[in-house]
């Protein structure tokens, strides 16, 4: 039995993947933004009981320390980090903390959960499995604007975030293995969610036109559910799986230059907002 955090849990591949492995868990801890939804929606799961709910919003920093603290209070010990939730912001749009909503909400939040856990993910000798996307093909060397301070356009900015999903969990992988840490990232497909209903009329579009070839959020869920449940033996561990099989990233995604940037990069940031 294991100890689950899995943000964005109350919709679409969270949501379906928080079902599949619900059974598996001592204790499924869930960080939301509305309390009052995610309540609604797990009173009718068998086990709820072992599900505790935090107030999170991956997009300000204050709110992932404050929750991050509570999760510390529940338990000591996390075995699976499900970094799930993410969106398609419009360019330019800032969070309270002056940070871009996109590089905010799917990189810089999640990096600074998994800091504030790391006590709890070494002693569960956990798995961090981080969501990405096929979408990281399309960004360019990010190097210049790692924060996306200059970017102007949502989806090539969307991008370069699912990008930095992959050189996140490399770099996990390189820090971190030999204290028994495992990272993996993931595509789970084209699915149908309300993926993009912030962005604007032209972005809505193009996404639910093409929405009509994706696939359901459950069968999106499952290379998800497969890295959570598969013994870490018969994984590859800073591999990008794609159909629960590793498949080789874009060259930006293997760059070890990249990924130690990255994380140097956060680490000035979250240290800026303290100051």
Known sequence: MIN???????SGIGWETL??????CKMALLPVRNLEKAKKMIDGLPGKEKIRLISMDLSEMSSVKAGAKEILQFTDQVDVLIN??????????????GLDMTFATNHLGHFLLTQELLPALEKGKAKIINVSSEA??????????????????T?????????????????????????GISAFSLHPGAVRTAFGSETS?????LIRLTQLFFIS???????????????????????????????SPS?????RDLSYSLWEYSEEILSALKS
């Not at 799930?84 to 903390?97: Q, R, V």
């Not at 598969?230 to 498949?247: A, C, D, I």
């Not at 060259?251 to 760059?255: H, K, V």
């Open 19 to 24: 079902k599949a492995l619900l059974p598996e």
């Open 251 to 255: 060259s930006f995604g293997l760059s």
């Open 4 to 10: 689950l955090i899995v943000t964005g849990s109350t």
């Open 201 to 205: 009329a032209l972005t809505k579009g």
């Open 136 to 153: 990281h093909r399309i960004s360019g060397d990010p190097s210049g604007d790692f924060g996306l301070k200059k970017s102007a356009n």
């Open 155 to 179: 989806i090539t900015a969307y991008g370069k975030v699912k990008l930095y999903n992959i050189l996140f969990s490399n770099e996990l992988k390189t820090r971190f293995e030999s204290k």
């Open 217 to 247: 959020p459950k069968a999106g869920a499952e290379t998800t559910i497969f890295l959570a449940k598969t013994t870490k033996e018969n994984l590859r561990n800073g591999s990008y799986y794609v159909r629960r099989k590793p498949k």
């Open 84 to 97: 799930n939730a993410g969106g398609m912001f419009p360019a330019k749009k800032l969070t309270s903390e």
